[in-house]
């Protein structure tokens, strides 16, 4: 068999290993996936920030909203069998989020763990009393 019939036969694999290797790279800091979710007594935030250094990791926290801010700058080398390449990369990312109800933002708590931040605020429960159901008159439109 040819030499290039041997070589034709190895490139798929040889651009699969290439591909798997700069994945990871693609799309590095839009903004991350959040899912915000409620229940009775708390918001809760997670945000999916993985590779980012806690250092670069920022939250600030407010009576309307949160702001998440992260930086990364990272570099690989990636060594085999002959050839040898660099990535570098670096991005940031700024994302706001407004609570949809009165929240105790001083009482928020914050944890990191494999790449997942997750934010609990408790809710502000005390803005809701002293409060009634107001009955809505419905009016014929037709006059």
Request: net charge negative; hydrophobic share 30%.
């Amino acid at each position: 068999m040819s030499d290039l019939r041997l070589f034709g036969q190895n490139l798929p694999d040889f651009f699969e290993t290439f591909r798997n290797e700069l994945t990871p790279l693609t799309g590095f800091f839009s903004y991350p996936p959040v899912d915000i979710s409620e229940n009775e007594t708390e918001l809760v935030i997670k945000a999916e920030v993985p590779g980012v250094d806690p250092k670069n990791l920022d939250l600030l926290i407010g009576e309307k909203g949160i702001i998440l801010k992260a930086f990364s700058n990272e570099s690989k080398e990636y060594s085999k069998e002959g050839y040898r390449r660099f990535e570098r990369r670096s991005g940031s990312f700024e994302r706001s989020i407004s609570y949809p109800m009165p929240v105790l933002y001083n009482e928020s708590k914050a944890s990191l763990k494999n790449g997942l931040l997750e934010i609990r605020i408790p809710k502000d429960q005390t803005k809701y009393h002293n409060m009634k159901k107001l009955n809505i008159e419905l009016s014929d439109t037709n006059n």
